[in-house]
């Protein structure tokens, strides 16, 4: 086969889906708007410091794996993933802290300092995030649902896992202590959520980190990206950097041109665009009124990511 395929955006989805598209036999080329590659993941460097623009935990390794395994390479011999412990602190206002740790025998130790009483209750938010994850990650997490009857389709089995209650709510119903109410209703934040209306699906991450445990890579998140680099420069991918898409030409429902600052890229087969789809129909595509799978971006509500402070001890370093 000598398709060829162009992806718009190296962030970890981009990476991703050339990696994916090269296994399948495409003629891959990936066009990056930046300079360097990595999106949401790439590297920023201040005063001779270097930072991680955004992720830094790991929770589902085997993606990783599973990209390295596709050319016979293992992930191993690129990069080190490291467990975490504990997997996270909470430092509260009064100067209490607590230790989410890699195992339930660890934190059921932490939950004691504050309630013995919700080691119970720990148990049973556990199981209920398992139902969750069966569900809702096993069944759902790489379905698209980009039409209404598809939705429609799982709505009984988000009613049985009770996905109108709020992650909180959720939490609440099984923990008392209000510090622990706290601790174990943080993740929506990690996407811009807040708790208290999150739908409890998000809950499915407790079960998530414990199934497949929290790690760091060495090097920090850039190494990744920049292993991931090195893996599709291996494989023959082209990179193209600074280089932004401006305009998708659309004819006959399908796209003939992509134009860029730089050039009009006619010569492809297959388009992926991993850029935010808002942006994607409001700019690239504005001079088509195509249906979207979401309300129009003056009618979405938008929420802050995550923000994430570094802080650096200089006399340390
Ligand atoms: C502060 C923060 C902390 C996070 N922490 C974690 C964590 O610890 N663990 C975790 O698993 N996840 C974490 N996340 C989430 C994770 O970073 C994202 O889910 C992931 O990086 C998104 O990857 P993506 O490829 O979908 O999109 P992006 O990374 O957003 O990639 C999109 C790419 O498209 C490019 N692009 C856009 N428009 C164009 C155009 N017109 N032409 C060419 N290129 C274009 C952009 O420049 C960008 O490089 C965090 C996110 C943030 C913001």
């Known amino acids: 086969m000598n398709k060829k395929a162009i992806v718009i955006g190296s962030g970890f989805g981009g990476i991703a889906v050339s990696l994916r598209l090269k296994k399948l036999g495409y003629d891959t080329t990936i066009v990056e ?3 360097s590659l990595g999106g949401r993941a790439r590297v920023f460097e201040i005063n001779g410091y270097k930072h991680d623009a955004g992720p830094t935990v790991i929770t589902a390794p085997f993606l990783f794996d599973e990209l390295f395994s596709l050319f016979n390479k293992n992930r191993e011999d690129y990069l080190d993933f490291v467990p975490l412990e504990p997997w996270y602190r909470y430092y509260f206002h009064d100067g209490k802290t607590f230790d989410y740790c890699s195992t339930v ?45 598809k939705m429609i389709k799982v709505i009984p089995n988000l009613f049985i896992l009770q996905s109108y209650l709020t992650v909180s709510q959720l939490v609440n119903k099984y923990l008392k202590n209000p510090y622990l109410r706290k601790a ?13 209306t999150t739908t409890s699906i998000y809950a499915l991450i407790h079960y998530l980190e414990r199934k497949w445990g929290v790690f760091f890579c060495m090097g920090g998140t850039g190494k990744i990206v920049s292993e991931l680099k090195k893996l599709m420069i291996e494989c023959g991918i082209k990179i193209k950097t600074n280089t932004e898409v401006k305009e998708f030409v659309v004819e006959n429902n399908k796209i003939s041109k992509i134009i860029t600052n730089n050039e009009a890229i006619t010569n492809f087969d297959l388009v992926v665009c991993n850029a935010d789809p808002p942006m994607v129909y409001s700019n690239l595509l504005k001079k088509y009124n195509l249906k979207r799978p979401f309300k129009k971006e003056k009618n979405l509500l938008y929420s802050m990511g995550l923000f994430v402070l570094f802080f650096w001890n200089q006399k340390k370093i």
């Open 33 to 35: 708007k930046l300079e």
């Open 184 to 196: 174990f209703s943080i993740h929506p934040l990690l996407v811009g959520g807040d708790p208290h």
């Open 105 to 149: 025998e660890k934190t059921n130790e932490q939950i004691s300092k504050f309630e013995p009483n919700d080691i119970n209750g720990y148990y049973k938010l556990l199981n209920q995030s398992k139902k969750i994850f069966d569900i809702g990650f096993t069944q759902l997490s790489d379905k698209p649902f980009i039409s209404f009857f």
